[in-house]
T-cell receptor
Framework: TQLLEQSPQFLSIQEGENLTVYCNSS?????LQWYRQEPGEGPVLLVT?????EVKKLKRLTFQFGDARKDSSLHITAAQPGDTGLYLC?????????????FGQGTILTVHP | ETGVTQSPTHLIKTRGQQVTLRCSSQ?????VSWYQQALGQGPQFIFQ???????GRGNFPPRFSGLQFPNYSSELNVNALELDDSALYLC?????????????FGPGTRLTVT
């Protein structure tokens, strides 16, 4: 069974601060996806990382996939209140497990003005 | 290009009843996956349908069943509802050919079992 440990579970920061969310596993994933979810809505895909060591930037968000494809991180620079939400990482095992995502527990981020 | 849609938005059922949830996949996508998200948790994989066949199942009992239709839309059926079935049910569509590894989620159906 593949598991993803996401940390921290809760993050409460002031506007302008930086933060990092971590996603770790003992399993190898063929790809890892990061989602953001608002209350009562479905997760919205932010980015997919596929190659070990890959770094992707989306404005103030930087995503990294570990060299061994077992872990990932999301770094937000100069957080804004609009970044508030639930952030989820999800790993795709690939092969016969293609598309069957294993999710972390999520990180609830609150950015105070 | 239309996104993933789900119906109904909210549903209240009584323990022991049966429920059917519906999902229309994004245009061009042939694979639908269903997830259960309990309050404060990440989604958990229920099962996946590809070309009208079940293509993998998570750790859910047989009273959770599904269908996929020729137009790639899908249904999730839950029999003998239990209080713990209260959750947000999400469907996600994908296509290895058109979207590679990426899955796109619908807004979910909030099921409350009393």
């Amino acid at each position: 069974t593949q598991l993803l440990e996401q940390s921290p579970q809760f993050l409460s920061i002031q506007e302008g601060e930086n933060l990092t969310v971590y996603c770790n596993s003992s399993s190898v994933f063929s790809s890892l996806q990061w989602y953001r979810q608002e209350p009562g809505e479905g997760p919205v895909l932010l980015v997919t990382v596929v190659t070990g060591g890959e770094v992707k930037k989306l404005k103030r968000l930087t995503f990294q996939f570990g060299d061994a494809r077992k872990d990932s991180s999301l770094h937000i620079t100069a957080a804004q209140p609009g970044d508030t939400g639930l952030y989820l990482c999800a790993g795709d095992g690939g092969g016969t497990s293609y598309g069957k995502l294993t999710f972390g527990q999520g990180t609830i981020l609150t950015v105070h003005p | 290009e239309t996104g993933v849609t789900q119906s109904p938005t909210h549903l209240i059922k009584t323990r022991g009843q049966q429920v059917t949830l519906r999902c229309s996949s994004q245009s061009g996508h042939n694979t639908v996956s269903w997830y259960q998200q309990a309050l404060g948790q990440g989604p958990q994989f229920i099962f996946q349908y590809y070309r009208e066949e079940e293509n993998g199942r998570g750790n859910f009992p047989p009273r959770f069943s599904g269908l996929q239709f020729p137009n790639y839309s899908s249904e999730l059926n839950v029999n003998a509802l239990e209080l713990d079935d209260s959750a947000l049910y999400l469907c996600a569509s994908s296509s290895k050919r058109t979207s590679g590894y990426e899955q796109y989620f619908g807004p979910g159906t909030r099921l409350t079992v009393t």
